[in-house]
């Protein structure tokens, strides 16, 4: 369905990531934010204010994080696509409620912009040090979808893909952009929107004493009703029955939180989303992700220039872990390095599926400082 | 009289939800979700028009019961799911049960900032002065001195008036009933629901199981009577002394004033926006 919203179709324009990340999500049909003040993302909310009532969508500023993840819950089971945005500390107090989106299927985007912690930490400095967070950081098994931004056209591309992504699957999908592609400003080329696929969640056609809310069906998705609809039904955090309401039963809990994964599982091939570059002969291999995949990529065609076969996996969703083309790149190359902004997240779900006699080399930077292609570049030496 | 409740049971209670429910026998749970259910009725919304929200405790289980459009939220998060749910849909009403301890405790800053946007949401909030579906810990409701699972020496903290506390965050409506006035309380939560901005009603409500046994009485009975000799309208309390209304539960409309609710200013902003 093409989007209604304002379009800065095909123009130019000069943006920082957080722009980008708002343009994005306004294109996939976004119409309510609820955030809290939080550097380095708040220039999301920033800019949310002053679109939102344009376009006769929702911007609120709530008395914390907590408060935020609950209000776009309430406003996407009110019909609405809804986003909130924060950064470590905040994104911490979102796990409640991000747990909620989860067991309820409610579809919602969470940014993350990471910046350096523990804690307070670096409020002005990039990080990736919320990998796991964003993947395991609300209690329970839970299902959940996270991407990552490299650049700020991608960030356009990445948002508009993960309120796709939440429609199609009713679940939270995290993204985490960092301080470093957050606040870079760079001149991008915006798509048309007629050129951008906008995917809604699927509602219920059956009449309302038909609908049976929590349903299993073959993608493992039911329906979505919208409050006010007519299809009145119950929503809780409570372990399920088919028809919403609270159930201990064995079975049932268990069909229930069996079909929640299962969900992702189908839909694996959707949402796994990576980009190879110069993969195809190479002996040595870069997998990366966020503002690191873009030095990497650098620092690839730097090794190439210096006879290296060097290739580079960028990795865009994290979550699930697209384990196949993983494995392809550790059963083709002698050498892989994962080079994160943390002391090593990522390293260990990739050395954890490594099969092969290849050698997986973590390299870390937690000072607050980008890891820049002639850092990769000189790890490659080393091959 | 009886042909009545048979009706509103009949197209308000859910069939298909297994009864019975949660609450304990003699519980006051029961007799406010039917006080809302009259007020409802008597008001003619539809069934799809009204939104019924909850927190976590026994207060949180209510919603199940009732055929609305219902959503049992996370602890004391209620009114920020509510606040959601009534940005997008303004013509749905919604209707926030919570306890004192989901409302005033770990949802008090929630509840404080929505009192203070006067987000047109009618809150009503069940006050037993204990947690009891955790089983009987104090709250910040539970009187100074008495007794709880987590006060066993007697409890030494100051309480919160939740009816100052709505007022002076900024809520538009205001009004306390008991379990006992149940004709008072249908009256008080259709004005509460008819009011344009955040209205609470404050249910004084008897947990005899965690509560009253522990301190003066373990009968529901006793417990509601006391509620009857306790309670003062706010007209009669308006012509006693401080010290005459200690102890006293002041029933009625507490606080009724006119002010923007923030719909109406957020639609200021996008015609603003908009030339």
């Known amino acids: 369905m093409p989007s209604s919203a304002p379009n800065n179709n095909g123009r130019k324009l000069l943006l920082q990531g957080n722009e980008a990340i708002v343009e994005g999500a306004l294109v996939a049909g976004c119409k309510f934010f609820a955030g809290y003040p939080i550097t380095p993302a708040s220039e999301i909310s920033e800019v949310f204010s002053r679109r939102m009532p344009e376009i006769g969508g929702t911007f609120i500023q709530m008395e914390d994080e907590i408060a935020s993840m609950g209000a776009i819950i309430g406003a996407s089971l009110a019909g609405a696509k809804s986003m909130t945005a924060t950064s470590g500390p905040g994104f911490s107090l979102m796990q409640e409620n991000i747990g909620y989106a989860s067991i309820a299927e409610t579809p919602c985007v969470v940014v993350n912009v990471m910046r350096g912690g523990p804690s307070t930490g670096l409020p002005t400095s990039p990080a990736q040090g919320d990998v796991m967070q964003a993947r395991w950081g609300t209690h329970g098994d839970h299902p959940i979808i996270v991407l990552t931004t490299s650049t700020v056209r991608d960030s356009f591309d990445i948002t508009v893909k993960a309120f796709n992504l939440a429609e199609e699957f009713r679940v939270p999908v995290i993204i985490l952009s960092d301080e470093g592609v957050a606040h870079t400003r760079e001149v991008v080329t915006l798509p048309a929107s007629r050129d951008i696929e906008v995917v809604d969640r699927t509602v219920p056609g059956m009449p309302p004493e038909m609908y049976v809310p929590f349903q299993d069906n073959g993608r493992g998705v039911p329906d979505m009703s919208t409050f006010g609809d007519g299809y009145r039904y119950h929503v809780t955090g409570l372990t399920h029955d088919v028809r919403g309401f609270p159930t201990m039963k064995s079975e049932e809990v268990n069909d229930f939180i069996n079909r929640l994964f299962r969900k992702i599982t189908h839909g694996f091939h959707k949402i796994q989303m990576v980009d190879t570059f110069m993969t195809e002969d190479a002996q040595v291999a870069v997998i990366a992700y966020g503002s690191v995949a873009r030095a990497a990529r650098r620092a690839v065609l730097d090794a190439r220039s210096h006879g290296i076969k060097a290739g580079l996996l960028h990795l865009i969703t994290l979550f699930p872990f697209p384990r196949t083309v993983v494995e392809r790149v550790l059963k083709k190359c002698r050498w892989v390095l994962v080079p994160e902004m943390n002391m090593g997240q990522m390293v260990r779900e990739v050395k954890r599926v490594n099969k092969y006699p290849t050698h997986v080399e973590k390299y870390s930077r937690v000072d607050g400082h980008i890891i820049t292609p002639d850092e990769i570049y000189y790890q490659l030496m080393k091959a | ?275």
């Open chain 2, 1 to 275: 009289m009886s042909q009545e409740v048979t009706r509103l049971v009949h197209k308000y209670l859910r069939h298909d939800k297994k009864f019975p429910h949660v609450w304990c026998p003699g519980c006051g749970n029961g007799i406010i979700l039917g006080a809302l259910i009259r007020a409802v009725d008597r008001l003619g919304f539809t069934k799809d028009e009204v939104v019924l929200v909850s927190g976590i405790g026994c207060s949180g289980r209510m919603p199940v019961y009732a055929d609305f459009n219902t959503l049992h939220t996370t602890h004391g998060r209620a009114l920020t799911f509510a606040t959601g749910v009534k940005l997008v849909k303004p013509d749905l009403k919604v209707i926030v049960i919570m306890g004192d301890g989901d409302a005033t405790a770990i949802g008090g800053n929630h509840f404080i900032h929505t009192a203070r946007r006067n987000i047109d949401l009618t809150s009503i909030i069940i006050n037993n002065y204990i947690y009891g579906m955790t089983g009987g810990q104090f709250s910040p409701t539970t009187p100074y001195g008495s007794m709880a699972s987590t006060s066993p020496y007697g409890h030494i903290e100051p309480t919160f008036s939740i009816a100052q506390l709505a007022e002076t965050a900024g809520a538009s409506f205001l009004a306390r009933g008991t379990v006992y006035h149940a004709r008072l309380l249908d009256k008080l939560i259709e004005s509460a629901i008819l009011n344009c901005g955040f209205s609470v009603v404050e249910v004084i409500s008897n947990c005899h199981v965690h509560f009253g046994r522990r301190n003066e009485t373990s009968n529901p009975v006793t417990m509601i009577k006391s509620m009857k000799e306790n309670a003062v309208t706010v007209e009669k309390a308006k012509k006693m002394t401080p010290e005459s209304l200690k102890d006293k539960i002041v029933v009625g409309v507490l606080n009724d004033i006119q002010k923007p609710a923030y719909i109406n200013e957020y639609q200021k902003i996008c015609e603003k926006a908009k030339n």
